[in-house]
């Protein structure tokens, strides 16, 4: 009941909670991906396409509208309901039914993950992926179906890997499970190692033939497997301290100081502390086990990953090692349970109900507060760029709010100028894709566009106009005429556009008298004369 009880917080929140933006570029990749468009080839993309192939349905089935968002986060949310299920069976099939209902509650409750396990990333598909392929290993260890089991292993992991390439620092735990499962001499090993490397290049044959199909072969590897490394070394340590998520905050717990989320997250974590040190200690004493191994070397790579070799302390690079902390600790209290029990069963059960009350109570606290960081400005901006345009139209934004509509630049939802510098790729120049794609709306958040060069903020500033909607501007010029002059000026879009001017007097564009408010001008350049008229402003028209 307790753990029903936080799944159905957390779906709340997922529900409720403002869209992190990384989220809206995967669901716009998505939609990209669903009308016919191709990764790397015709829109930028630093994972591989498995995650937006998840996603790329609900586009085909649902109009334009925000529903997508919340049936994307409740898509996303099935996912984390299986990593439940996974943990489950780890602990159930490694020690006992009681530790993996353990193991599942703390993943479930555990405040420090709260935000991340309902966002819609790669990391929460590759952690599950990675859990699953740990689940066969433990299976093929009971020496049924091995070698199918071994080989599913592979499979599962492989495609974690490409999902996200962070996974790689989880291989040094399975690959001590396997050696665990493969004594019997070299004969056995080999033969394992080759089942389970077999089963993890079926992904990689997978992605090689879509980009043989797809007819971008280098540019398919460059972008998933190099590209990532690129922009996170290009990123530098610009973001928080790595041990920020474990002091007091409200980013994370919802609530400064400390707050009784913040308190559960450190109990729970120096549980899966003491839990990791008594899994060494019984490899020591009592020898081997595969979930021994499995939580000592994986919690070795994941903390080498987060603490000294990636550039971007973000808190999902955390996942891996929180989840095997929560298994560490389900361990490590059930045993301690098993002893306090026969000692003095009633005080235990009553520290049993007090923990799990209070832990209920420590994520609903959190959730609480978490659920009036509200969404309705970000879907007020996809109902905006929704409204004034039409889905030939193309948007820039950075972020991918321009959900249903073209994209204006071949790396449509990034905030580039903080990696472009470190890539080893030519990075497209802004104005020639903003020509090139006939970009007519970018959502000028400033917050992002102020990352932009000088040049580039001079361009958008030259070339787009308010729309009298938040932060939405539409194609246009604004043109200053004296003493009859003669203007050549540039329009990046084709079609029809409103005109306004100030003073009495004839306008000629293009050497054609204008008598109207509206007029169709090409893209490109044009020349504008004013006798009479001191100002002319063109907007491209917007949708009714």
């Not at 996809?382 to 249903?404: A, C, K, R, W």
């Not at 939405?472 to 329009?491: K, M």
Request: aromatic letters at 18%; one cysteine or more.
């Amino acid at each position: 009941m307790a753990i029903l009880f936080l799944i159905g917080l957390r779906f709340d929140l997922a529900m409720n909670r403002f869209w992190d933006e990384d989220e809206f570029r995967h669901l716009y990749r998505s939609y990209l991906f669903s009308q016919g468009q191709v990764p790397y080839r015709d829109f930028g993309y630093s994972f591989s396409p498995f995650l937006i192939a998840y996603f790329a349905p609900l586009f085909l089935f649902l109009k334009e509208g925000v529903t997508v968002l919340f049936l994307a986060r409740a898509l996303n949310f099935l996912v984390f309901l299986a990593t439940l299920l996974v943990l489950f069976f780890i602990g159930d099939l490694a020690f006992n039914r009681l530790t993996g209902v353990v193991a599942a509650f703390f993943w479930a409750f555990l405040p420090l993950n709260l935000s991340k396990t309902i966002e819609i990333r790669p990391d929460n598909f590759a952690l599950f992926f990675w859990l699953v392929s740990f689940l066969f290993l433990l299976m093929a260890e009971r020496k049924k179906r091995e070698r199918l089991l071994l080989f599913l292993a592979g499979f599962t992991y492989g495609l974690a890997f490409l999902i996200l390439m962070k996974v790689a620092f989880g291989y040094l735990g399975l690959l001590a499970v396997l050696l665990l499962i493969s004594r019997g001499g070299w004969k056995k090993i080999w033969q394992n190692f080759f089942l389970f490397h077999l089963g993890a290049l079926i992904p990689f044959l997978i992605l090689f033939l879509m980009a043989l199909f797809w007819g971008n072969l280098i540019q398919t590897f460059y972008s998933v497997l190099l590209l990532p490394y690129e922009i996170n070394r290009s990123h530098g340590k610009d973001f928080f301290s790595p041990i920020f998520p474990f002091i007091p905050n409200d980013t994370f717990y919802g609530l400064g100081g400390l707050s009784l989320p913040w308190w559960l997250t450190i109990l729970a974590l120096f549980l899966g502390v003491i839990g990791l040190i008594k899994q060494a200690f019984q490899i020591i004493s009592k020898g081997y086990r595969s979930t021994n191994l499995f939580l000592l070397f994986s919690f070795l790579g994941f903390a080498f990953l987060v603490f000294f070799f990636i550039y971007i302390s973000l808190l999902q690079n955390y996942l891996p090692l929180l989840v095997i902390l929560c298994l560490a600790a389900a361990i490590f209290l059930v045993e301690l349970g098993c002893w306090l029990q026969k000692r003095s069963g009633l005080v235990w059960l009553v520290v049993c109900l007090l923990f799990f009350s209070l832990a209920c109570f420590g994520l609903w606290q959190s959730e609480r507060i978490q659920t009036q960081w509200k969404s309705t400005g970000q879907l007020q901006v996809v109902q905006n760029i929704l409204s004034v345009s039409e889905p030939g139209d193309s948007v820039y934004d950075m972020t991918g709010y321009h959900l249903y509509r073209q994209s204006g630049h071949f790396y449509c939802c990034e905030t580039f100028p903080l990696f472009a510098h470190g890539l080893s790729q030519p990075f497209p120049d802004l104005p020639e894709e903003l020509r090139k794609n006939q970009t007519k709306f970018i959502y000028w958040n400033k917050k992002k566009f102020w990352t932009l060069g000088t040049e580039d903020v001079s361009f958008l500033r030259q070339h787009y106009l308010p729309t009298g909607l938040t932060d939405l501007y539409v194609a246009g010029r604004q043109l200053i005429f004296s003493d009859n002059q003669e203007i050549v000026f540039e329009l990046l879009v084709r079609g029809e556009y409103q005109l306004e001017t100030k003073g009495q007097g004839r306008l000629i564009i293009d050497g054609q008298e204008v008598k109207t408010n509206q007029v169709y001008l090409e893209n490109g350049w044009h020349q504008a004369r004013g006798e009479g008229i001191k100002e002319l402003v063109l907007k491209s028209k917007l949708e009714e």
